[in-house]
């Protein structure tokens, strides 16, 4: 869980477009995934599922083993790319996406961007667990403050609960296909049961992730993290990061909703007679 939390708090190019266009051109929603981070988030996931399932702490590694193998096989980055830009195609215009392309070409964007990076270190992601560990943050009032309002502004944090309970639900459909076969509980039934239940969830994670990017963000100035709450406060920013969240929900549901298949195809191979 540590792992993909790590994960869900990394959320956080330069070709001129036609005024004239009705949609994006799709070469130019590519170079603002990359822009964002989005695509280091997206190739990330089977990552972390990876890393759970090879933890020395996973008391039932040997039973979910086949589980995690399916999950990760189906949370396939490079067709979660696909339809994450085929979504926000639908979903963003040529201004917006000219605003957006204008702050991700900037100077301090460049900072965050490579704030990001250095946060997927090995180094970085173990000093991000120990903050974990400790839950403590060795921030100022005005610090917390300043990171408080980019997770605002960037809908981190319903972004992150909205994968969690994706996650949540892929993982238990899996699951009952394992435990109970023929009576398992469907994508859709676990994923609105999670989702009515996830108000609780939300202050906890709101730390979890408030702790990461405290360490993420250390090397980004107090200044820079004004600018770009300049940018995200603004019709497009808004705008984006609406599409962003709706997007990557969209993304990871509709593989997500595939692993009871994924698994049931996995146990017919497996029983299936050697000719």
Same mark, same amino acid.
């Given at each position: 869980?540590?792992?993909?939390?790590?994960?869900?708090?990394?959320?956080?190019?330069?070709?001129?477009?036609?005024?004239?266009?009705?949609? #994006?051109?799709?070469?130019?929603?590519?170079?603002?995934?990359?822009?964002?981070?989005?695509?280091?988030?997206?190739?990330?996931?089977?990552?972390?599922?990876?890393?759970?399932?090879?933890?020395?702490?996973?008391?039932?590694?040997?039973?979910?083993?086949?589980?995690?193998?399916?999950?990760?096989?189906?949370?396939?980055?490079?067709?979660?790319?696909?339809?994450?830009?085929?979504?926000?195609?639908?979903?963003?215009?040529? #201004?917006?996406? $000219?605003? /957006?392309?204008?702050?991700?070409?900037?100077?301090?964007?460049?900072?965050?961007?490579?704030?990001?990076?250095?946060?997927?270190? +090995?180094?970085?992601?173990?000093?991000?667990?120990?903050?974990?560990?400790?839950?403590?943050?060795?921030? /100022?009032?005005?610090?917390?403050?300043?990171?408080?309002?980019?997770?605002?502004?960037?809908?981190?944090?319903?972004?992150?609960?909205?994968?969690?309970?994706?996650?949540?639900?892929?993982?238990?459909?899996?699951?009952?296909?394992?435990?109970?076969?023929?009576?398992?509980?469907?994508?859709?039934?676990?994923?609105?049961?999670?989702?009515?239940?996830?108000?609780?969830?939300?202050?906890?994670?709101?730390?979890?992730? $408030?702790?990461?990017?405290?360490?993420?963000?250390? /090397?980004?100035?107090?200044?820079?993290?004004?600018?770009?709450?300049?940018?995200?406060?603004? #019709?497009?920013?808004?705008?984006?990061?609406?599409?962003?969240?709706?997007?990557?929900?969209?993304?990871?549901?509709?593989?997500?909703?595939?692993? #009871?298949?994924?698994?049931?195809?996995?146990?017919?191979?497996?029983?299936? +007679?050697?000719?």
């Amino acid at each position: 869980m540590r792992a993909l939390l790590i994960v869900i708090a990394l959320l956080l190019p330069s070709t001129i477009l036609h005024a004239q266009q009705a949609t #994006p051109d799709p070469a130019q929603i590519q170079k603002l995934i990359e822009a964002t981070g989005l695509q280091n988030q997206i190739q990330q996931i089977p990552e972390a599922l990876r890393q759970t399932a090879e933890s020395p702490n996973n008391p039932a590694s040997g039973l979910i083993s086949p589980l995690i193998t399916s999950l990760i096989d189906v949370f396939d980055p490079k067709e979660m790319l696909a339809i994450l830009s085929a979504d926000l195609i639908k979903r963003l215009d040529v #201004p917006t996406l $000219l605003d /957006s392309m204008k702050w991700y070409t900037s100077s301090n964007a460049r900072i965050m961007l490579e704030a990001q990076t250095q946060a997927t270190r +090995p180094e970085a992601i173990e000093k991000m667990s120990a903050v974990l560990l400790s839950q403590t943050a060795n921030i /100022s009032e005005q610090r917390k403050a300043l990171l408080q309002q980019m997770s605002t502004a960037t809908q981190a944090n319903d972004i992150a609960l909205d994968m969690v309970v994706n996650l949540q639900a892929a993982f238990m459909s899996g699951l009952g296909v394992i435990i109970a076969p023929n009576k398992p509980q469907s994508f859709q039934q676990l994923h609105a049961s999670f989702d009515s239940s996830k108000a609780p969830m939300r202050e906890q994670l709101s730390k979890q992730l $408030l702790l990461q990017q405290s360490v993420a963000m250390e /090397s980004v100035s107090d200044d820079t993290i004004k600018e770009f709450l300049a940018f995200a406060n603004t #019709p497009s920013g808004k705008k984006l990061f609406t599409a962003v969240r709706a997007s990557l929900d969209h993304t990871v549901q509709t593989v997500a909703q595939r692993v #009871p298949q994924a698994m049931q195809a996995k146990a017919a191979h497996t029983i299936q +007679p050697k000719p």
